[in-house]
Structure formats: C-alpha cells, structure tokens
C-alpha cells in the first residue's frame, strides 16, 4: 500500500511539475557542428521560443558519426522537458535502416514532435550540361551505360538513395560518388568531373544565382518559391517527395503536457513573418503539420528507405 502511496504521489508530482515546465533554462541539443545552417535555424527559432518559454534555451552542438551521437545525447536524457533536440532525415529515418548497431531506437526512444522547416533537395547538372531535363538526363543515362556518375555526400544519404530509386525505375547504370560534403562535390562539378547531385536548397541556391549550375527539378510536390521555374520530380513523372527536414525531438515519456507546449511554440514562431522571410531568403519552407502528422511522416519514410536499401542491397561497411 505504502508502494502504491509513493508512486500515486510521484505521478502527482511529475504532472505537477510537467504543467509548470520550465522553470529554468532547457537544453537543445544540436547532432551538427556549430556555424551550419544547423546552427542558424537553431538560434532563428529557440531565441523567440525562448521569450515565449520564458527560460532560456541553450544550444549544445555534439556533431558526429552524421547526427547519431548528438540523437543519441537526446534519447538517453532525462524525459523532463529539460533537454530537448533537432532531428534530422538522416539520424531518424535511414539511419535506423542502414545501420546494424545504432545507439538508439528511433520509434521506442524518442518522441518526435514537430518539423519547424524543410529544405527542398534540387537535381542540379553542369551549367554547360546537355541535359536541360530529368527526361535528358536520363536518356543520356541510358546511352552511356556507366559511363556518367553522379555525386552524394555520402552512401545511404537522401542525396544518394534517390539516384536509386531512378536506377530501380529506369535501370539507369550511373556511378555514385561519394564526396565527404558538398564543399568537395560542388568544386568537381564546376570541374566537369560530376555529372549531376542531389543537395540542399541552401547550398545550391549562391551556384544557381552565380548560373555556375543549373537546376533540373526539385524534390518537394509543389514547385519552390526560390525555383519557380524549375519543375518538381513529380511533374518529370517521378513519384517522389524528399525533403531534408528541422524538427524538434524529446526523449520518449516526456509528458504530453510539455510536447504541446513544445508543439505550439515552435509553430507559432515558424509562421512568424520575418521567419517565413528568413526560410525563404535560405530556400527553405515550412510545411504545416498537425499534431502526430509528423510522427507518421517518419513512419512513411522510414519504411520507404527500408524498401530502397533492401531492394537495392546498399549496405555500409
């Protein structure tokens, strides 16, 4: 009876304390090196969710192993609200799919709460290149049987899986790169060396402005604001939608109660006008999601990569 006092009492307590959350300053865990565009949304977004909290927000970069270390850091921390994190694509979705050992359960350790901003991937070729299109690019593909490549940052990343999923419907033979980041692959295409890459809107937008690329599609159903003549993959005949994603993320058992707070703050400040004038000074968008919506977004995706990486036997060492 005294057991069963004690954790009534304990439960009590930890509501109690969940409806007054915060009294003092949350950690945001940031899984990317400081000074990246990790970094700006972080501070774009936590200073004004900080003033509506009313406790500061401290942004803690633990960058490695591509966001693993800094999601582990967050799904092992306390559930009380008092640490709290950025996921990403990558550490939530194909990770979990193309790692034997990973440190973290991506669905039984974490809640996912909302995504704050996404950032559209661009197909993007050679300025001089002879494809103007997907459709182009492709043809040339298929005349030149591994004879073109293209580049990622990296085996298993977005900007790899989809040149597979081109290569499981059109049985394109395209050699895959592997660059250590697009500060390396972008110099390579300049160079003539790269044929075509996926990346980030953020990233390609100072190329395609300075014409030393040109853009063939986008990666979101709908067309871009920064891109409005570039046509989705959609419309090139592709079903398919990617984008990386900024989301908040919490331990699992953190209360119900702080998770809408978090939800609620962090929607708000992304409607704000100078911050959807911020995401698209950046190329990037917000795309609304209700409560749980993301959630099942990540389950979608999740079992979209898996299907890709099995079907096309990509394996890391």
């Not at 959630?295 to 995706?301: F, G």
Request: proline share 8%; with cysteine; aromatic share 8%.
């Amino acid at each position: 009876m005294r057991l069963l006092l004690a954790a009534v009492s304990f439960c009590i307590a930890f509501s109690a304390s969940a409806q007054e959350w915060p009294t003092r300053a949350v950690r945001f865990v940031v899984p990317w090196p400081a000074g990246g565009l990790n970094d700006l949304l972080a501070r774009q977004f936590n200073d004004r969710v900080a003033k509506a909290l009313g406790q500061p927000i401290v942004n803690d970069f633990k960058a490695g192993a591509g966001g693993r270390i800094g999601v582990t850091d967050v799904a092992k921390a306390a559930p009380d609200g008092y640490t709290i994190g950025m996921g990403n694509l990558g550490p939530l979705t194909i990770f979990p799919n193309l790692y034997r050992n990973m440190p973290y359960d991506a669905k039984k350790d974490l809640i996912p709460v909302t995504m704050f901003a996404a950032s559209p991937l661009a197909l993007v070729v050679p300025a001089n290149s002879p494809a103007k299109t997907v459709k182009d690019l492709i043809g040339m593909a298929k005349s030149q049987p591994g004879k073109l490549n293209y580049a990622s940052v990296g085996i298993g990343t977005a900007q790899h899986l989809i040149f597979e999923m081109f290569r499981k419907k059109d049985g394109i033979d395209m050699t895959h790169v592997p660059y250590k980041g697009t500060n390396e692959s972008l110099p390579a295409m300049f160079d003539g060396q790269i044929h075509a890459m996926f990346d980030t809107m953020p990233l390609m937008l100072p190329q395609l402005r300075a014409n030393k690329i040109r853009a063939i599609a986008v990666t979101t159903p709908q067309r871009v604001p920064a891109l409005p003549d570039v046509p989705t993959l959609v419309e090139s005949g592709y079903d398919i939608d990617v984008v990386t994603w900024y989301a908040v993320i919490v331990p699992a058992g953190t209360p119900k109660a702080i998770t809408d707070r978090l939800y609620k703050e962090y929607t708000a400040v992304a409607q704000l006008p100078e911050i959807q004038k911020f995401l698209l000074d950046q190329g990037l968008v917000y795309l609304p999601n209700a409560p749980g919506q993301f959630a099942q977004r990540i389950d979608a995706e999740s079992a979209r990569w898996a299907q890709i990486i099995r079907e096309q036997n990509i394996k890391v060492e």
